[in-house]
């Protein structure tokens, strides 16, 4: 028999009258508690909406595109408005993809933990965040740095939302390749926001991640696709063979090493060097896995997934140092 059955009559009358006490402050602190719950739990599910990890990558190569462009320090709240204005637009696109997504994130493990699928967010909601984003991020952009970064910046969520995410994505292999292209629009709107203009190295830049977006990607994709395959979604690694996949893993990565170079002509040795040696790396990488796989023998992709967000970190960083010192460039050699 329990303690609660055993008590006194007196015990019971005692307990009754320390409940009778506190009732009124037990009715105030325990929705309270409940509400601060429920307020975190929602503040959460709106931040998973906006994919931090995904926007971390995109401010990883916005800031250095904003350093060369001044070939220094840029005003610090020019800078520091077009990280806020980029988070804004990335947001916005990454929210509005996950309404877009909701029938396809359910059935993927990697993301069935995402704010829809757990019903964290109503759809509705979700809709009207991304939207309202969106738009505050192209008035934020306009009011604080120029028309064009604002411009950029919605033309960017526009193409991820409507080209990618609704076309691109459930219906060719080729849709990291294309549909890239928007992941690659932060270093041209950092471009924009600190010079009014987009110029040459800004499209170059726009080129490594473009090309750098289908090897890391793929390398992914190859671990998780038979979640595509179950979702519907033809990423390459569920169409083509595994020799296939990694070749062309190994092709974009020289495109993106080569291409990285062009940007020599803008910067001094530092970003020389840097940009050599991270690419060699890079390059033999890639080159393991597409012999592993070929030869039939056991291949690891998210080494290859894990080191091209290294090597696209040691470029902008070295191409952020590079920047910032403003050493002589090294120029054209013609």
């Given at each position: ?28 602190e325990l929705p309270t ?36 462009a001044q070939r220094g320090l840029p005003p ?259």
């Amino acid at each position: 028999m329990s303690r609660v059955d055993t008590r006194t009559d007196e015990e019971s009358h005692a307990a009754g009258e320390r409940c009778a006490g506190g009732a009124v402050s037990t009715a105030v602190e325990l929705p309270t508690a409940s509400r601060a719950r429920s307020l975190g739990d929602l503040l959460r599910a709106y931040v998973g909406l906006i994919k931090p990890r995904v926007i971390e990558l995109l401010l990883v190569t916005t800031i250095p595109a904003m350093l060369l462009a001044q070939r220094g320090l840029p005003p610090l709240g020019t800078f520091f408005a077009t990280l806020v204005g980029g988070i804004m637009a990335a947001g916005s696109a990454n929210a509005l993809n996950c309404v877009a997504d909701a029938d396809i994130d359910s059935v993927m493990k990697r993301t069935k933990v995402r704010p829809l699928p757990k019903h964290s967010v109503s759809t509705r909601h979700a809709l009207v965040f991304g939207l309202v984003l969106g738009v505050a991020s192209f008035l934020f952009l306009w009011g604080t740095t120029n028309l064009l970064a604002g411009v950029l910046a919605v033309a960017t969520i526009l193409f991820y939302v409507l080209i990618y995410t609704l076309v691109l994505k459930r219906r060719t292999a080729q849709n990291v390749v294309w549909g890239g292209a928007a992941g690659c629009m932060p270093v041209v709107i950092g471009w924009s926001a600190v010079t009014g203009t987009v110029e040459w190295p800004a499209l170059v830049m726009f080129g490594i991640v473009f090309f750098w977006t289908p090897p890391h990607t793929w390398a992914l994709a190859t671990k998780f696709k038979d979640d595509y395959r179950r979702a519907g979604v033809p990423m390459l690694p569920v169409v083509a063979a595994p020799d296939r996949v990694t070749r062309q893993i190994v092709l974009y990565t020289w495109a993106t090493v080569l291409w990285s170079l062009l940007l020599v002509p803008a910067t001094s040795w530092l970003y020389a060097v840097s940009a050599v040696l991270a690419g060699a790396w890079f390059l033999v990488v890639a080159h393991r896995l597409h012999t592993a796989t070929k030869r039939g023998r056991k291949a690891n992709p998210m080494k290859l997934f894990h080191l091209s967000n290294t090597y696209l970190m040691l470029v902008c960083v070295g191409l952020s140092v590079d920047s910032v010192l403003g050493w002589p460039a090294l120029g054209w050699p013609f």
